[in-house]
T-cell receptor, first 112, second 114 residues
Framework: AQTVTQSQPEMSVQEAETVTLSCTYD???????LFWYKQPPSRQMILVIR??????QNATENRFSVNFQKAAKSFSLKISDSQLGDAAMYFC?????????FGQGTRLTINP | ETGVTQTPRHLVMGMTNKKSLKCEQH?????MYWYKQSAKKPLELMFV???????ENNSVPSRFSPECPNSSHLFLHLHTLQPEDSALYLC?????????????FGEGSRLTVL
């Protein structure tokens, strides 16, 4: 079965700085999708960014980008120019032939 | 209206009570999901409905009973729960049941079992 591991339960960053959240996964599949979801306090979880495994180019969405290392099964999220509104739980997720599997989450705090 | 709406937002119940959680999506999606979110644990998929048919039941105890009367509504009926069932229950929807597209989540129902 696929597993997703987020080794950082909590992270903090100064406002306007850059932070990287780590995610590793385990799979024997070659075709799959990877996601980062954001869950602000008491608000809905939303998709931040998506990466197709067959694409070598790292996905980017404004201040959010990923470093996808397929051979290493690593999928980190970089947040540039951190803003107070970025404070949230961040979940890495994997989907292959079966259901979406989530990591344990990383709580990100932004220090003003 | 938000895309996925869950009610109630908070629920406290005793172990002998019967209650229901409701989810409604206004996105025209064909698939709906129930997830359980507990502290310091990954989200646990409980049930998946695609076109109103249950396509996945992730070994969930029978004290949780889902119902999907149509593609826009999803219920989770709760009966004789245990304190360890206290958690945030998230509803989500997607265009289809593969989940390869984006999941749209509700804000969740915070359940406390006394």
């Amino acid at each position: 079965a696929q597993t997703v591991t987020q080794s950082q339960p909590e992270m903090s960053v100064q406002e306007a700085e850059t932070v990287t959240l780590s995610c590793t996964y385990d799979t024997s599949e070659s075709d799959y999708y990877l996601f980062w979801y954001k869950q602000p306090p008491s608000r809905q979880m939303i998709l931040v960014i998506r990466q197709e495994a067959y694409k070598q180019q790292n996905a980017t969405e404004n201040r959010f980008s990923v470093n996808f290392q397929k051979a290493a099964k690593s999928f980190s999220l970089k947040i540039s120019d951190s803003q107070l509104g970025d404070a949230a739980m961040y979940f890495c997720a994997y989907e292959g032939a079966q259901k979406l599997v989530f990591g344990q989450g990383t709580r990100l705090t932004i220090n003003p | 209206e938000t895309g996925v709406t869950q009610t109630p937002r908070h629920l406290v119940m005793g172990m002998t009570n019967k209650k229901s959680l409701k989810c409604e999506q206004h996105l025209g999606h064909n698939a709906m999901y129930w997830y359980k979110q507990s502290a310091k644990k990954p989200l646990e998929l409980m049930f998946v409905y695609s076109l109103e048919e249950r396509v996945e039941n992730n070994s969930v105890p029978s004290r949780f009973s889902p119902e999907c009367p149509n593609s826009s509504h999803l219920f989770l009926h709760l009966h004789t729960l245990q304190p360890e069932d206290s958690a945030l229950y998230l509803c989500a929807s997607s265009q289809d049941g593969t989940g390869l597209g984006e999941l749209f989540f509700g804000e969740g129902s915070r359940l406390t079992v006394l």
